[in-house]
């Protein structure tokens, strides 16, 4: 006889997976989520937003690439939809947007309700951590398109910012300061090439590596360190014209998306020093500063651009916050670029 589950789709293992993750999700709430007893959609009550006189709602959507690869090599799922959340949250709140809620998407070749109840538990801390609410998803089984043990997830997020304290390139100006953000290590991009670099050098996950003091696997999997409170933080201080979220393709190239078309940034390379994961990464796999430079963040997962009075406010406020950051360059007359000097 035929049957979904001897199509190799387990419609009791998505339901036990579902109770696992109830109580790790419960601790990913806002005041304003409306519980919907079918459970078909996420609720929001829109009233929250009363107070804003022009609210914007933003919306962002990603995922996390193949660093989903290494958790599953390392056979651990606790961290990867941290990840996820940061890569969502962090997009948002580079326009001002306080992030509302999130949802995620599971695809995977087998539901082990543990394994899935990991990976949403996961996406509720990064929820918590970032000030916002997970307020529904999806698990989709996928038996014959993805091996048992494969996965992938993804997410969208909603925020909302008031239209007159919209940030972004029209707010900086000649003389404004540019600060870095310190990042977490290698967050949630650029993995393809880890993976190229770990294959051609004969390095394993499991190898302890001195000047990482850990493990390559542990270093690799350490979660994308999520900004949007921090962020908010600034904002809310008024010292900060413009944000930039440092992900795919590098600090330089995401750093000239926050620049008007007059102007340019110009980063000091000498003002910290590169993470060692960064050097091990280009060391072994004898990779040009060009494509580090364009795939990593290198130790920059977000930029601030202040103005100079600013500078001194900012960092205070993110050293009580315990966000490791400093001077990172300047900005001059140029044509829309961020370039060392």
């Not at 000649?174 to 991009?189: C, K």
């Not at 795919?248 to 008007?260: K, V």
């Not at 100079?308 to 140029?334: C, F, H, N, T």
């Given at each position: 006889?035929?049957?979904?589950?001897?199509?190799?789709?387990?419609?009791?293992?998505?339901?036990?997976?579902?109770?696992?993750?109830?109580?790790?999700?419960?601790?990913?709430r806002r005041p304003e989520v409306i519980d919907d007893a079918s459970g078909f959609a996420g609720l929001f009550d829109a009233s929250a937003l009363h107070g804003y006189?022009?609210?914007?709602?933003?919306?962002?959507?990603?995922?996390?690439?193949?660093?989903?690869?290494?958790?599953?090599?390392?056979?651990?799922?606790?961290?990867?939809?941290?990840?996820?959340?940061?890569?969502?949250?962090?997009?948002?709140?580079?326009?001002?947007?306080?992030?509302?809620?999130?949802?995620?998407?599971?695809?995977?070749?087998?539901?082990?309700?543990?394994?899935?109840?990991?990976?949403?538990?996961?996406?509720?801390?990064?929820?918590?951590?970032?000030?916002?609410?997970?307020?529904?998803?999806?698990t989709a089984e996928h038996p014959g398109a993805m091996g048992a043990d494969e996965f992938d997830l993804a997410g969208a997020g909603t925020g909302v910012v008031e239209?007159?304290?919209?940030?972004?390139?029209?707010?900086?100006?000649?003389?404004?300061?540019?600060?870095?953000?310190?990042?977490?290590?290698?967050?949630?991009?650029?993995?393809?090439?880890?993976?190229?670099?770990?294959?051609?050098?004969?390095?394993?996950?499991?190898?302890?590596?001195?000047?990482?003091?850990?493990?390559?696997?542990?270093?690799?999997?350490?979660?994308?360190?999520?900004?949007?409170?921090?962020?908010?933080?600034?904002?809310?201080?008024?010292?900060?014209?413009?944000?930039?979220?440092?992900?795919?393709?590098?600090?330089?190239?995401?750093?000239?998306?926050?620049?008007?078309?007059?102007?340019?940034?110009?980063?000091?390379?000498?003002?910290?020093?590169?993470?060692?994961?960064?050097?091990?990464?280009?060391?072994r796999g004898g990779v040009s500063q060009q494509d580090m430079d364009q795939t990593f963040n290198l130790g920059v997962g977000m930029c601030a651009i202040v103005p100079?009075?600013?500078?001194?406010?900012?960092?205070?406020?993110?050293?009580?916050?315990?966000?490791?950051?400093?001077?990172?360059?300047?900005?001059?007359?140029?044509?829309?670029?961020?370039?060392?000097?």
């Amino acid at each position: 006889m035929t049957s979904y589950a001897a199509a190799g789709v387990d419609i009791q293992a998505g339901d036990r997976a579902v109770e696992l993750m109830k109580s790790r999700v419960a601790r990913a709430r806002r005041p304003e989520v409306i519980d919907d007893a079918s459970g078909f959609a996420g609720l929001f009550d829109a009233s929250a937003l009363h107070g804003y006189r022009r609210p914007l709602l933003a919306s962002s959507t990603d995922g996390v690439g193949t660093k989903v690869m290494i958790a599953q090599a390392m056979g651990r799922y606790d961290t990867i939809g941290i990840d996820l959340v940061g890569m969502v949250v962090d997009d948002l709140v580079v326009c001002g947007a306080e992030p509302l809620f999130m949802t995620d998407y599971i695809a995977c070749g087998k539901v082990v309700p543990e394994r899935i109840a990991d990976i949403v538990g996961g996406v509720a801390e990064g929820c918590r951590l970032a000030g916002c609410a997970l307020v529904g998803g999806e698990t989709a089984e996928h038996p014959g398109a993805m091996g048992a043990d494969e996965f992938d997830l993804a997410g969208a997020g909603t925020g909302v910012v008031e239209a007159d304290a919209l940030l972004g390139p029209g707010r900086v100006q000649q003389g404004d300061v540019v600060i870095a953000l310190a990042s977490s290590g290698v967050h949630s991009n650029g993995y393809s090439l880890v993976r190229h670099v770990m294959k051609a050098a004969g390095l394993s996950l499991s190898q302890e590596v001195p000047e990482l003091g850990r493990t390559l696997g542990e270093e690799l999997l350490e979660p994308t360190r999520i900004y949007s409170l921090d962020c908010l933080a600034l904002a809310r201080s008024e010292v900060v014209h413009a944000f930039a979220h440092v992900t795919g393709g590098g600090l330089t190239a995401n750093l000239a998306r926050s620049l008007p078309p007059g102007l340019d940034a110009v980063l000091d390379r000498s003002s910290w020093t590169t993470p060692a994961v960064f050097e091990l990464l280009a060391a072994r796999g004898g990779v040009s500063q060009q494509d580090m430079d364009q795939t990593f963040n290198l130790g920059v997962g977000m930029c601030a651009i202040v103005p100079a009075s600013g500078v001194d406010p900012a960092l205070a406020i993110l050293r009580e916050r315990a966000v490791p950051s400093w001077v990172l360059g300047e900005v001059v007359p140029g044509t829309g670029q961020a370039r060392y000097r």
